[in-house]
């Protein structure tokens, strides 16, 4: 991956104001849809406000300094960057997004703070784990420096990052994971860079060797404990708490390490409490238990002589996904500002009943800062369709099976589809039976089949008018859903999808003024039946299939995927070798927007050395063979060279489809 140097490019703002007044460029046939349906379908004002919109045109518009500044017009910014020869798919981040989020979750625990009259402050931590990508770091620590926001590390590598890229005064380094002796000394050096590592106690067997550094090296560290709470949390990450939870540390081997410390004289040391429930809590009645328990340990640990100062909350403040703000695991039943009124007022209350002076807070948000900043831009390359079919009409001569699925086939309404599909299902599998023993024509088999799908189809359609649909009728739109084709990977770009079913908002970035009139599942690149996209954001729950627009041929077809800036880059893995993918820093200016970085997604020369292809040697092997060929008369001299070219320039080329 090469990192190209600074482009600035101007181009002109539309403020959110001249994009209204636009007028929409709306064709006669599709004048009766409307973008309030685009809307209300793909849910985006419900998890995209105030970044995310739809203008007259129908196009996606971002805005992303929220509702304080200028807008872009996300297709509009594609079709740029692709003049620029920037291919798809792209990786989208909008720096204002991060420093917008950073300001809300800090000025929504400053309310808080000012609303309980709360005699501390907020420290917030960014765990690095989340995206640590350099120019986001660099980013996140340049945004924070007016909130002494830190950063968090969860291992070595992070540390390294942390401690050199951590350069705002009094802003906290928070050192979580497994630690050996050379995470302890790094952390604790530190301390002599003007960093301020806290360095929390994840497992007993580190206190020893954190006492014996500490005497080596004549440093008092800042410790914290993990504690390992009981109150569970739920969901996904449910088991990064409780008695089993694989970190942290049990109540009784809190209290060894507060004995050892005090038997060392380090128990001034410890100032600290940590707890981490789990990523995307989606409901603040689990958040508020965990607080509870924490806030008791902290008091107590407070009177047993430990000079206790902070205490950490964790990660774990939730994305609303689907936009319905329920406590579904694609959702969060509370805002921002809930969560820090209730740390707030919770931990103030704790204090209060015990006299304890209250703690600096932090939060280890990661999710809640990195989801909304980045948009995975894509194309699709082709669609399959269940085609609708004209149904077989029988004479009095055909098989007897053909005029009895014809005649349930005109039958169809509301009232019997459900049973009509079941004969339908039932007449098909004779159909095959009767194949197999010779009694049936393939020709004949064909027009079952034929029959059968058109009765689908019918049944579809009253199916789409009904409020309730039967269980066992639940697949039936999948069924008959066309594939669209991407170019992409899932599982580079979006792997939670694939390995925990993770929904992310996906929609077209254009077109929103046309009624989309296909429902289709999305199929990747790679040669991996898991490879695809399934289940989509719906209010309700999950829905398998997901409305757009008919491919017009001459007119490529654009899908964004929302809120994937967190965890995903990183997960992402090579299969089927398709690498990182072209990736862009877009920064608002008064003008418009600037390019602010570039980087370009993996060449395939660059995947193959990944797993140890030489890349001359390679082309060499090549030209060997065609040599040999050539002397064989297998192969011109031509069709050699076409060959070799082609095979060449490749090496220099992206790994997705142009
Ligand atoms: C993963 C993790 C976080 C971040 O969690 P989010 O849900 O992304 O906010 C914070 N702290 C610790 C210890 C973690 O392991």
């Not at 900043?373 to 669609?383: P, Y």
């Not at 990736?583 to 020369?605: A, F, L, S």
Request: hydrophobic residues 40%; charged residues 20%; contains cysteine.
């Amino acid at each position: 991956m090469t990192s190209a140097p600074v482009s600035i490019d101007q181009h002109k703002v539309n403020t959110a104001a001249n994009e209204l007044s636009r007028p929409a460029e709306v064709s006669s046939e599709s004048s009766a849809w409307t973008i309030e349906e685009s809307e209300e379908l793909y849910r985006i004002n419900g998890w995209g406000e105030p970044y995310f919109s739809i203008n007259a045109a129908g196009h996606v518009i971002v805005s992303p300094q929220g509702d304080r500044g200028g807008s872009i017009n996300l297709h509009e910014l594609i079709q740029a960057l692709q003049v620029r020869k920037l291919s798809l798919p792209i990786l989208v981040r909008f720096s204002d997004i991060l420093e917008d989020r950073i300001e809300r979750l800090n000025s929504c625990f400053a309310k808080a703070i000012t609303k309980y009259g709360y005699d501390g402050c907020y420290r917030g931590v960014f765990p690095v784990k989340c995206n640590q990508q350099r120019h986001l770091v660099e980013d996140l620590v340049k945004f924070g420096q007016r909130y002494q926001f830190g950063l968090e590390a969860g291992s070595k590598p992070e540390l390294m990052i942390a401690l050199a890229t951590l350069k705002t005064p009094g802003a906290l380094l928070i050192c979580n994971g497994y630690k050996d002796r050379a995470y302890l000394e790094t952390a604790m050096l530190g301390q002599k860079l003007g960093q301020q590592p806290m360095i929390v106690l994840e497992q007993l067997d580190e206190l020893p060797l954190v006492i014996e550094i500490s005497q080596q090296l004549n440093i008092r560290p800042r410790l914290g404990v993990r504690a390992k709470l009981s109150a569970k949390g739920i969901g996904r990450w449910g088991g990064s708490a409780g008695d089993r939870a694989k970190f942290g540390l049990t109540i009784p081997e809190i209290l060894t390490v507060v004995e050892q410390l005090k038997a060392n004289d380090m128990l001034s040391c410890l100032q600290l409490l940590h707890f981490h429930i789990g990523s995307q809590m989606s409901s603040i009645s689990i958040i508020k238990d965990a607080l509870r328990e924490a806030c008791q340990i902290y008091v107590e640990l407070a009177s047993l002589g430990a000079n206790m100062q902070y205490l950490d909350v964790g990660g774990g403040l939730g994305v609303d996904y689907n936009g319905s703000k329920t406590n579904v695991p694609a959702s969060k039943n509370y805002s921002i500002q809930n969560y820090a009124n209730d740390v707030v007022a919770e931990v103030k209350e704790a204090c209060s009943a015990k006299d304890v002076p209250v703690p600096t807070l932090i939060s280890e948000s990661g999710r809640a800062i990195a989801s909304h900043q980045s948009v995975l831009v894509f194309d699709v390359l082709g669609s399959s369709e269940v085609r609708p079919q004209v149904p077989f009409e029988p004479s009095s001569e055909d098989h007897a099976i053909l005029k009895e699925l014809y005649e349930a086939y005109q039958s169809i309404n509301p009232k019997n589809y459900q049973e009509v599909f079941h004969d339908a299902e039932q007449f098909k599998g004779e159909a095959a039976s009767l194949f197999n023993f010779g009694y049936l024509s393939l020709t004949e088999r064909a027009r079952v089949e034929n029959l059968f799908w058109a009765c689908c189809q019918k049944i579809i359609q009253v199916l789409r008018q009904e409020t309730y649909v039967p269980d066992d009728l639940a697949d039936l739109e999948k069924m008959m859903a066309s594939i669209y084709y991407m170019n992409l990977s899932v599982f580079q770009s979006a792997p939670d999808t694939w390995a925990i079913d993770q929904l992310f908002p996906i929609m077209p970035i254009h077109r929103l003024n046309e009624e989309p009139t296909c429902r289709a599942t999305l199929a990747d690149l790679t040669c991996d039946s898991d490879g695809k996209i399934d289940r989509f954001i719906d209010l309700h729950g999950v829905k398998s299939v997901l409305e757009l627009h008919e491919l017009n041929h001459d007119e490529p077809y654009y899908l964004g995927m929302f809120l994937n800036g967190a965890y995903q880059e990183i997960m992402g893995n090579l299969h089927n070798l398709f690498g990182d993918t072209n990736m862009v820093h877009i920064q608002v200016t008064p003008q418009g927007y600037t390019i602010e970085h570039v980087v370009k997604g993996d060449t395939m020369k660059e995947v193959l050395s990944y797993v140890q292809y030489d890349s001359e040697d390679l082309v060499e092997q090549i030209r060997r063979r065609s040599e040999v060929s050539l002397k064989e008369k297998q192969i011109t001299l031509i069709e050699a060279q076409l060959l070799l070219q082609n095979y060449e320039e490749s090496l220099n080329q992206y790994t997705y489809l142009s």
